[in-house]
């Protein structure tokens, strides 16, 4: 067993987070009668109704019914405007007799004006540690940046105002505001803290958390590093162990003390000091499935592991409520193809599902045909052999149409199998028929087929991992991993780095709590992008599961453009 500590200077203070729920588009309907909510909430000094969206309501009836503009309810759920309503969504509506008289804003307005600093977020920090950092109070920075609320997004820009311009300090330094860590006055005085039971949904839309931060992190990593069988990943293991160290080093630096215990654990052995383990507060490790459920069988149930690079393990997700998969599924990637298509298709264009006869389980025809269905997609299907390839072409004319355009799922991920489809697909493109040929990232790994043929074939992958080259922390990183380690970082060094980045910031974030609020912690990284939630078997909800995508289009002028994030 190795073990490194990296220290650096104490993170401490309250978090108050407020769940914003996502929108759709609502249907232009007749709306009915809105009847004004009795639940309120006070957020950045502001009160506001919760109010909970039903069938046929639109922004003009609800705007209406409470006495706001539409542009109101808009300031007041940032988002909104692009994405819509959605049935049983929770949105903010401004309390008009609680707002700022039109003189107060004009002094905020003038205050802006002022000098300021401007400050990026990382995804860990919240206002408390960057109100810190800047010697101002949390209600200073939301004033100067017109905050409604707590939550945060990565790399959001703020504007920290001079110091003076901040309400006055206590001779302890710490601004004059309760204790709870929330602006509601008296009336909260001594209200208790609020851990969300672990699994509770995001109904409400405006929940408030106080959770404490950890400034302490401990985290066990379970690697192959020293496998006889060069095949056993131990090369990949030992770059992924570089990309997890340059993370514990940032995180260091930012204040988060990481204490980490590094088993080597090739060969099959599991020499840990399981003690040790057991009291971590996450687990990363060990890569195979094999592996992970020796592990999972003798691990303690409050000690969560997080598989960190095989999709095969997913399935344990079904047995283990204290087992997180971090790779997205091939499963998630279908689906989002299906999503995807269902975003580009015109009524006029045809869909086709294309697949290895005989693999019909295996593929999951069923999962996509019934997802299919599910978004009003009608679609045809094609199934044929390896050794049908050569006749297979005018089958494929007669599915598909030449006055629209084409989108062509290929559900497999044999090798052999696609080459032969795109090759036919290319016959189509070469005879001007208009396609969009949709597939899972499996497809960028097959050396036999023409990268050429990808691009004529204006082909879509949904990815668990893509790196953004042109993206300035990625070209950080590279930098300081060719700094500390004289070689150029592989994938499985950046899916080391997001990993103990994600983990260890959401441990320090939240404290012991942190697997509550893991649904609520969406986050993209440097490859990766995280998005779990639970597995549900029948009434029981289980591990986690990530389902965030990565959507890569190969452009006609040989170009990789990144489409969509979480």
């Known amino acids: 067993m190795m073990k490194k500590n990296f220290s650096a200077a104490l993170i401490s203070g309250l978090l108050i987070i407020a769940a914003t729920p996502e929108y759709t588009h609502a249907q232009d309907y007749e709306a009915p009668q809105v009847t004004i909510s009795r639940e309120k909430t006070r957020m950045g000094g502001k009160l506001y109704y919760s109010h909970i969206v039903l069938e046929k309501q639109t922004l003009y009836s609800i705007s209406k019914a409470y006495g706001v503009t539409v542009d109101d309810i808009y300031n007041a759920n940032p988002g909104l405007k692009e994405t819509g309503l959605k049935k049983n969504a929770v949105i903010l509506i401004p309390e008009m007799s609680d707002q700022e008289p039109e003189k107060t804003r004009k002094k905020k307005s003038e205050k802006k004006e002022a000098e300021y600093i401007t400050h990026t977020v990382r995804w860990y920090e919240d206002l408390d540690v960057i109100a810190e950092k800047y010697g101002v109070t949390v209600e200073a920075i939301m004033e100067f940046n017109d905050l409604k609320g707590r939550k945060l997004k990565n790399r959001q820009k703020l504007r920290i105002p001079p110091a003076d311009q901040s309400p006055v300090l206590s001779p302890a330094g710490e601004a004059s505001e309760p204790e709870t860590g929330n602006d509601t006055g008296a009336a909260n005085a001594g209200s208790s803290q609020t851990i969300p039971a672990e699994g509770a949904g995001d109904n409400t839309g405006s929940n408030i958390m106080h959770l404490f931060r950890k400034n302490h992190v401990d985290i066990s990593l379970l690697l192959p590093l020293n496998a006889r069988d060069s095949t056993s990943g131990s090369r990949s293991s030992m770059d992924f162990y570089c990309g997890a160290l340059l993370a514990a080093r940032q995180l260091g630096v930012d204040g988060i003390n990481i204490d980490l215990s590094v088993y080597d654990v090739a060969d099959g052995q599991m020499a840990i000091d399981r003690e040790k383990v057991n009291s971590s507060d996450v687990v990363i490790g060990p890569v195979s499935p094999g592996a992970l459920g020796n592990l999972m069988s003798t691990i303690q149930n409050s000690t969560y592991v997080v598989s960190p690079l095989d999709h095969r393990a997913e399935k344990m ?214 998005k779990f939630s639970r597995v549900s078997v029948g009434m029981s909800e289980i591990g986690f599961v990530n389902t965030a995508i990565r959507r890569v289009t190969y452009g006609p002028d040989f170009s990789l453009s990144l489409s969509k994030g979480l």
């Open 317 to 530: 997700a079904l047995s283990y409520r204290n087992f997180i998969q971090a790779p997205s599924s091939s499963a998630a990637q279908y689906a989002d193809l299906v999503d995807w298509i269902g975003e580009e298709k015109s009524p006029h264009d045809s869909v086709l599902v294309i697949y290895e006869k005989g693999t019909e389980e295996k593929a999951g025809i069923k999962v996509i045909a019934d997802r299919l269905q599910e978004n009003s997609i009608g679609f045809q299907t094609l199934s044929y052999s390896i050794l049908e390839g050569r006749d297979i072409a005018n089958t494929l004319r007669n599915k598909m149409t030449l006055t629209a355009k084409n989108h062509l799922m290929i559900a497999s991920e044999s090798e052999a199998f696609v080459n032969d489809v795109i090759r036919n697909i290319n016959l189509m493109v070469h005879e001007k028929y208009d396609v969009a040929v949709y597939a899972s990232s499996k497809i960028r790994g097959f050396e036999t087929i023409e990268g050429e043929n990808l691009h004529n074939a204006n082909l879509h992958v949904s990815t668990s991992y893509y790196i953004d080259y042109d993206q300035k922390e990625v070209q950080d990183f590279i930098m300081e991993y060719r700094a500390l380690f004289n070689t150029e970082p592989t994938p499985f060094a950046f899916q080391g780095y997001d990993i103990m980045m994600y983990f260890a910031g959401i441990c320090s974030k939240y404290g012991n709590a942190w697997p509550s609020m893991l649904p609520f912690e969406d986050e993209e990284m440097l490859q990766s992008g995280f």
